[in-house]
């Protein structure tokens, strides 16, 4: 388990950082938001501990950060300030959790325990219809019997999973998957097939949902209607 510390009081952090260590995290710091952020762009935490009020600027930059990569890591604020506005644009923002300071250790490292507990039982595995997909195993089982998918497929099921009922265009699944590279690929026929490919898949394997070609716009996956599916 591996846990971030932004915190730029040095006490405060080394107390902090020395107790999660003797509970068995593997611990890292940044004590303001530069270092914070190159921290996170090289390293995905299962928990973050945000002080907000940072030399170079506002902590609350770090959930921004997490959100533009689409990083799931959780996050909780710690704040000297107790104050309201803070608490609701910290979890408007994607936080997990707030905890004012001074904070006792024992309640942090509880709240740690709730929130990465929380995440990991999310993590495992998610039922879908008849579908399972099991994300640590990167498999997806149809009515219990794996699917056999491509590398590929996976990530793109996976990414339509985490995002049921909702209209991908084919700008956002060309972003998902190619990533930076896009630009230079230029093409869609790649997307294309891949998606052809995985509806056939689901269709064969009799699943209960399908992804739905919405002619122009994109693909959705969604439950399928009864009809038709026995
Ligand atoms: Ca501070």
Not at 15 to 36: R, S
Not at 50 to 68: R, S
Not at 133 to 152: A, D, P, Q, T
Not at 157 to 179: H, T
Request: net charge negative; proline share 1%; hydrophobic share 40%.
């Amino acid at each position: 388990m591996k846990i971030l510390i932004i915190e730029d009081e040095e006490n405060l952090l080394s107390l902090t950082k020395k107790e999660l260590e003797k509970e068995g995290y593997q611990v890292d710091f940044a004590t303001n938001l530069k270092q914070a952020a190159d921290k996170i762009i090289s390293t995905s935490y299962d928990c973050i501990l945000l002080d907000i009020m940072l030399p170079d600027g506002d902590g609350l930059e770090v959930l921004k950060i997490l959100k533009n990569l689409e990083r799931e890591d959780s996050v909780i604020i710690l704040s000297a300030k107790d104050s309201i506005d803070d608490k609701v644009s910290g979890l408007d923002l994607g936080a997990d959790d707030y905890l004012a300071k001074p904070y006792h250790i024992a309640e942090l490292s509880a709240r740690i325990k709730t929130i990465t507990r929380r995440k990991n039982t999310l993590n495992k595995s998610v039922s879908l219809g008849n579908m399972c997909i099991l994300h640590s195993e990167k498999k997806v089982l149809v009515n219990n019997i794996e699917l056999v998918l491509k590398k590929k497929e996976f990530e793109i099921l996976e990414f339509f999973s985490n995002r049921l009922n909702r209209l991908i265009d084919k700008d956002k699944l060309a972003e998902f998957v190619w990533g930076e590279n896009f630009d230079s690929m230029g093409n869609y026929d790649f997307i294309y097939s891949q998606m052809k490919n995985l509806r056939k898949k689901l269709k064969e394997a009799n699943a209960s949902l399908e992804l739905k070609s919405i002619y122009g716009l994109g693909y959705k996956l969604v439950e399928k209607d009864d009809e038709g599916f026995i």
